[in-house]
Nanobody, 121 residues
Framework: QVQLVESGGGLVQAGGSLRLSCAAT????????MGWFRQAPGKERDFVAT????????YYADSVKGRFTISRDNAKNTVYLQMNSLKPEDTAVYYC??????????????WGQGTQVTVSS
């Protein structure tokens, strides 16, 4: 089975940066797109970014476009989310996912446990 473990979350001030990592085990990691989603308390899980299996195609939610960058290193079985110019509204638990493609969380089959990102104003 595929296992995903996120790390890199924490507390930062508005305007700061964080880099999230998602380490994967399993043989399908390099064959599927990867996505990042986030969920604030009491809200739905929202799409953040996705990247194709080869890393040649990316897509971002409008709310993070220009500030966040998704990348992957298949040799390390790891996907990253570089988050710059963070805003308080970015505060959420961030999840990585694989096994699908698109902006819907229903498109992905495997999920990590999440990592908390808190942005103070």
């Amino acid at each position: 089975q595929v296992q995903l473990v996120e790390s890199g979350g924490g507390l930062v001030q508005a305007g700061g940066s964080l880099r999230l990592s998602c380490a994967a085990t399993g043989r399908i990691f390099s064959s599927y797109a990867m996505g990042w989603f986030r969920q604030a308390p009491g809200k739905e899980r929202d799409f953040v970014a996705t990247i194709s299996w080869g890393g040649s195609s990316t897509y971002y939610a409008d709310s993070v476009k220009g500030r966040f960058t998704i990348s992957r290193d298949n040799a390390k079985n790891t996907v990253y989310l570089q988050m710059n110019s963070l805003k308080p509204e970015d505060t959420a638990v961030y999840y990585c996912a694989t096994g699908g493609w698109g902006t819907s969380d229903r498109s992905y089959d495997y999920w990590g446990q999440g990592t908390q990102v808190t942005v103070s104003s």
